[in-house]
């Protein structure tokens, strides 16, 4: 992973509160934010998708195919 030294205005409380709820230093609880926003974007594109697409999954021949 490649690491960026960046300079941003966060509030200070905000911040304090993140760091005292996760136990984590500064960098770490940053990280953790980017890494949980990351993700809620994805799961919410995946809701999005809902219904979009279609699969059709045959279980008589899946069964038939583990009983050999």
């Known amino acids: 992973m490649r ?3 960046i300079a941003t205005n966060i ?3 905000l911040l304090d509160e993140a760091v ?3 136990g984590l230093n500064q960098t770490q ?3 953790e934010g980017l890494k949980e926003l990351i ?3 994805k799961r ?3 809701l999005f998708m809902r219904g979009k ?3 059709h999954v045959n279980t008589d ?3 038939k195919r583990i009983r050999g």
């Open 53 to 55: 697409i279609y699969i």
């Open 11 to 13: 509030p200070s409380d």
């Open 39 to 41: 993700a809620k974007k």
């Open 61 to 63: 021949k899946t069964r």
């Open 3 to 5: 690491i960026r030294k």
């Open 20 to 22: 005292q709820l996760t």
């Open 29 to 31: 609880t940053l990280v």
């Open 44 to 46: 919410l594109d995946l």
